[in-house]
Nanobody, 125 residues
Framework: QVELVESGGGLVQAGGSLRLSCTASGRTFSRNTMGWFRQAPGKEREFVAAISWPGISTAYKDSVKARFTISRNNPNNTVYLQMNSLKPEDTAVYYC??????????????????WGQGTQVTVSS
């Protein structure tokens, strides 16, 4: 059974940091594009960051550039999202997703096949 499990969410004050992790089991995603999305209450799920399968190319939502960093550890089948200088508007459920193999970064959720259950990030003002 293929599974993506996110961890690292929580409650943090504005200006603080969190590091999200996404670990895959059931198969390797070392050659797949990986992404992070988020969904705030009452809003649609939106793209946050993506990384290509060799980890060379990355893409970010404009509002998180210079604050968030996506990275991957392929031997450990894990993807990370380091979030610094968090703002209340970053509050959302964050989802990890696995996309197409041997492809570049993808910003659309339709390019992703496997999804985790999500981890809550709450930023207080």
């Amino acid at each position: 059974q293929v599974e993506l499990v996110e961890s690292g969410g929580g409650l943090v004050q504005a200006g603080g940091s969190l590091r999200l992790s996404c670990t895959a089991s059931g198969r390797t995603f070392s050659r797949n594009t990986m992404g992070w999305f988020r969904q705030a209450p009452g809003k649609e799920r939106e793209f946050v960051a993506a990384i290509s399968w060799p980890g060379i190319s990355t893409a970010y939502k404009d509002s998180v550039k210079a604050r968030f960093t996506i990275s991957r550890n392929n031997p450990n089948n894990t993807v990370y999202l380091q979030m610094n200088s968090l703002k209340p508007e970053d509050t959302a459920v964050y989802y990890c997703a696995a996309g197409t193999a041997y492809s570049g970064v993808a910003l659309s959720n339709i390019r992703y096949t496997y999804w985790g259950q999500g981890t809550q990030v709450t930023v207080s003002s």
